[in-house]
């Protein structure tokens, strides 16, 4: 999903002189659509902690993301589930024991969004304070 970045029309009004054509290069942006635009789906904070605690583990379990994003099994829940759904992340479930295991990993897509997420925001904090994008 990818929608407008709030933050960037938030700023956008805020400074009304500012170079548009800084914004031209941004990564993300559709010709002729005004502002850039984010992966919504990766955006969200929760959501961006996951795809994010995934890009540097092999995989985590339910468990240990619950644990590292300080967060409630509910809310885990429905943004892992929201991930998986756009194949952003694989979910496995098992039993060790009695005891339900479920772990999830980044897919090559969900790597992919995220790397094209980063390019997006560098690329905004780099227009943002007035250089130009490296590369």
Known sequence: M???SSALSSWRQSKPGVEKHRLRG??????????????RLIHER???GIVSA???NESLTFNELKKLLDTT????SVHARKLEEAD???CSKSFEGRIPRTEYRL???GRRALDRYLNHMEALIQAT???PPAG
Do not use: I
Request: charged residues 25%; hydrophobic residues 45%; proline residues 6%.
């Open 2 to 4: 990818v929608a407008k």
């Open 26 to 39: 941004l990564p993300g942006r559709q010709a002729g659509k005004g502002a850039p635009e984010l992966d």
């Open 46 to 48: 929760l959501r961006l």
């Open 54 to 56: 995934l890009a540097v």
């Open 73 to 76: 099994d509910g809310n885990l």
């Open 88 to 90: 952003y992340v694989a």
């Open 107 to 109: 897919t090559a897509a």
């Open 129 to 131: 304070r007035g250089r």
